[in-house]
Nanobody
Framework: QVQLVQSGGGLVQAGGSLRLSCVAS????????MGWYRQAPGRQRELVAA???????NYADSVKGRFTISRDNTKRAVYLQMDSLKPEDTAVYYC????????WGQGTQVTVSS
């Protein structure tokens, strides 16, 4: 059974940085695509950053230049480095893996105070 376990997140002042981690466990049958999504209160879940099946990266316009997605295939891990955080980045952040079944992490709260 595949599980995605997230760590990181928390409370930070505007302009600060946080790093999220997501590690996959279990049997994965194909090269997965992995990424990060977020959901703020009263809003739909949205893409933050992700690797495509071709290995390229996609970023939401709102985080370009501030967030960086990376991965370690040997650890089956994906990371999200978040710099220059803004209060509007406050949300629950989710790791997602498609392999090809759609898996989600448990969610991590990120709160940015002004």
């Amino acid at each position: 059974q595949v599980q995605l376990v997230q760590s990181g997140g928390g409370l930070v002042q505007a302009g600060g940085s946080l790093r999220l981690s997501c590690v996959a466990s279990g049997i994965i049958f194909s090269r997965p695509t992995m990424g990060w999504y977020r959901q703020a209160p009263g809003r739909q879940r949205e893409l933050v950053a992700a690797f495509t099946s071709a290995g390229n990266t996609n970023y939401a316009d709102s985080v370009k230049g501030r967030f960086t997605i990376s991965r370690d295939n040997t650890k089956r891990a994906v990371y999200l480095q978040m710099d220059s955080l803004k209060p509007e980045d406050t949300a629950v952040y989710y790791c997602r893996m498609i392999s090809p079944i759609d898996y989600w992490g448990q969610g991590t709260q990120v709160t940015v105070s002004s």
